[in-house]
């Protein structure tokens, strides 16, 4: 294979690249009008332009034959189209605080976007990786302080300060440990749980956490669930900790059937912290 052969091959991958991401723009902006469906992160939307126009040129050039003139006419508006749309870029981010997480098996998406003269955020429910809607309002405006820890591969804890400094969780949850039903947390733990220098107990006064000779009760009302995987525990309209089932986490129907799997514990701080594994201990309360 020649020389001439191997820059045509190119040429048409690239042409055809070009014409594949020019799809995906022309299908994303029907999807939005139609179904107000965006991409998880909005500067994915630039980087898909920059990406369709490079290929487009590259191929343009491995194709065609052009004097000097008109090849150097042609990079430099290819080169301005890619300056507007970093530009356009930078700029998106700065009105629209992306916020975008992977899970550690990489087969879900957290993507929250905040506004970043309001404060208020939005979680989105995202599909296929790229494409999301908006799901939910976080219930606090927030503030430059937020982080996202992957609890599980399907359970995302958004821990982040609002105007008025008080710690809020939102879970995100990708998953189920019910075959598909709808459950409740709190009753599914049942029981006394042990991991290192941490306690849990859930009976039917609520849940109570043990950590480091300090004890912490919470009743049913101040208990917050998220799907089907998490719940957050609550005092004065603060969150404390988030309780999520890990993925080894059977839901059992019958009552006199003990858990099993383990559970995770997780404080609510903006400082780095890992959740403690818990594991169940026994039913007597």
Not at 2 to 16: A, E, M, S, T
Not at 44 to 69: E, P, Q, R, T
Not at 90 to 115: A, C, G, T
Not at 235 to 256: G, K, R
Request: charged share 20%; hydrophobic share 40%.
């Amino acid at each position: 294979m020649n020389k001439d052969q191997i820059r045509k091959i190119c040429g048409w991958v690239l042409f055809f690249l070009s014409i594949g991401f020019f799809c995906l723009q022309m299908g994303y902006l029907f999807l939005h009008s139609r179904f107000q469906i965006e991409y998880s992160d909005n500067r994915l939307f630039y980087v898909v332009n920059i990406v369709s126009v490079l290929c487009l040129g590259l191929a343009v050039y491995f194709l065609l034959a052009f004097a000097k003139k008109p090849k150097m006419i042609g990079a430099g508006v290819l080169v301005l189209f890619i300056i507007i749309n970093v530009s356009l870029l930078l700029n998106s981010n700065h009105q629209i605080k992306n916020i975008v997480s992977i899970s550690p098996d990489f087969k879900h998406v957290m993507s929250i976007k905040e506004n970043t003269d309001t404060g208020e955020a939005i979680f989105n429910r995202t599909y296929y990786g790229i494409l999301a809607l908006p799901k939910e309002r976080l219930p606090y405006a927030t503030t430059k302080e937020i982080k996202v820890k992957w609890i599980a591969n399907d359970v995302a804890a958004v821990t982040y300060k609002a105007k008025d400094h008080s710690i809020h969780q939102y879970i995100g949850t990708y998953g189920d440990r019910g075959g598909g039903g709808y459950y409740y947390v709190g009753p599914s733990i049942y029981g006394h749980w042990q991991g290192n220098n941490a306690e849990v107990i859930s009976n039917k006064e609520g849940i109570s956490v043990f950590t480091n000779g300090k004890i912490e009760k919470f009743d049913w009302d101040h208990i917050v669930q998220f799907g089907t995987l998490a719940v957050v525990l609550m005092a004065n309209d603060q969150a404390v900790w988030t309780i999520s089932l890990n993925e080894n986490f059977e839901v059992h129907s019958a009552a006199d059937v003990p858990p099993t799997g383990d559970i995770s514990l997780y404080k609510a701080s903006i400082e780095k912290n890992e959740p403690i594994i818990l594991y169940y201990k026994s039913s007597n309360l």
